[in-house]
């Protein structure tokens, strides 16, 4: 086959990863857990027997530095290629704090090994290679509730995502509040290895996350809502007081931010099982059941510029 197209979802981390143990294999210091979102998806074709190298990002040349990190991937991938054509459209925005690269990558991936004909590989070893596209990929190659542990080899073969609770297993909600679209200050690979170097909370934040992987795991498995949310609401913050403590300083929040925890956390003093977590970026993501999705929307709309509401999502996969 010389060409194929593969589809995915991006992931929201409940318990978030920030931060590397290896640079070059993208191995992470932290395991994470994260669920993949329908309603948002990347789909993204690759053909080989082209005359030159052409990314495209929704149907236009992409901006040169993705186009750089796609075909530097597509190298590592694929040494002593020849040039290749990648379409990859999102039907959401790129590079805003919504898991864009993500999706990319895993979609990327997946056509990539479809499209050069060579033997097909596990998931979890699509997994391994996703995740030095980007370290959040890893967990888009399957749907539902995903681990990602961070493993000890140093060659990062048993760091990849692994299934926990298919899409079907929880019918929960994640309302997504766009407090500020746009790319973000700082990227998630500089910002990590900023935090790394210079803040004095890296090391307890590294220590203090392996717990709460295995807490939220179990929480997940007995589908117990305020406990999840409470250990999610715990990696979040810990995450950004990390950010805050980095020199310079890695602030993403931005008034809206704010005032979406806040109303997060009225919501609940007044009887509603709702609860926030955030990215590398201003936007605010809660964790609810169906049935409060309206309520949690309401009340993000003064302080945003859209919401989307996001459920559980099923693995990439290869289109026809
Ligand atoms: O996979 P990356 O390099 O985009 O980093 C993702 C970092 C966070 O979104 C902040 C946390 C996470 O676990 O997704």
Redesign the pocket.
């Given at each position: 086959m010389s060409q194929a197209t593969a589809t995915a979802h991006p992931?929201?981390?409940l318990?978030?990863?920030?931060g590397k143990r290896d640079l070059r294999l993208?191995l992470?210091a932290v395991s994470?857990l994260?669920l993949t979102l329908a309603g948002f998806s990347t789909r993204t074709q690759v053909r080989w027997s082209v005359p030159a190298d052409e990314v495209l990002l929704d149907e236009r040349p992409a901006p040169e530095r993705f186009a750089r990190r796609a075909l530097s991937f597509v190298d590592r991938m694929t040494p002593d290629r020849p040039p290749v054509s990648i379409h990859t459209h999102n039907d959401f925005p790129t590079g805003a704090?919504l898991?864009s690269?993500?999706s990319g990558?895993a979609a990327l991936t997946l056509a990539l090994r479809a499209a050069s004909g060579a033997p097909q590989l596990d998931r979890r070893a699509l997994s391994v290679l996703a995740r030095q596209g980007?370290?959040?990929?890893?967990?888009s190659l399957w749907g539902g509730f995903v681990r990602?542990n961070r493993g000890k080899r140093p060659d990062g073969r048993d760091s990849h995502g692994l299934p926990i609770a298919a899409a079907d297993h929880w019918d929960v909600r994640m309302v997504v509040g766009v407090v500020r679209s746009g790319p973000k200050s700082i990227?998630?690979?500089d910002?990590?290895e900023a935090s790394r170097r210079t803040s004095p909370f890296y090391q307890a934040w590294v220590e203090h996350n392996e717990p709460l992987v295995d807490a939220a795991e179990a929480s997940v498995l007995r589908r117990d809502l305020p406990a999840l949310g409470e250990l999610m609401e715990q990696s979040t913050l810990a995450?950004h007081a990390v950010m805050h403590s980095t020199r310079p300083p890695i602030i993403y929040w931005r008034p809206g931010t704010l005032a979406c925890l806040h109303a997060v956390r009225e919501l609940r003093a007044s009887g509603t099982g709702v609860w926030a977590t955030?990215?590398?970026?201003p936007n605010v993501k809660a964790l609810c059941l169906p049935a409060d999705a309206d309520r949690v929307q309401a009340a993000f709309a003064p302080h945003v510029e859209r919401c989307h509401v996001l459920g559980p999502g099923g693995p990439a996969r290869l289109l026809p």
């Open positions: 992931n929201i981390a318990i978030k990863y920030w993208n992470p994470s994260s704090g898991a690269s993500a990558f980007s370290g959040s990929a890893c967990r990602w990227g998630s690979t910002g990590m995450m955030m990215d590398a970026g």
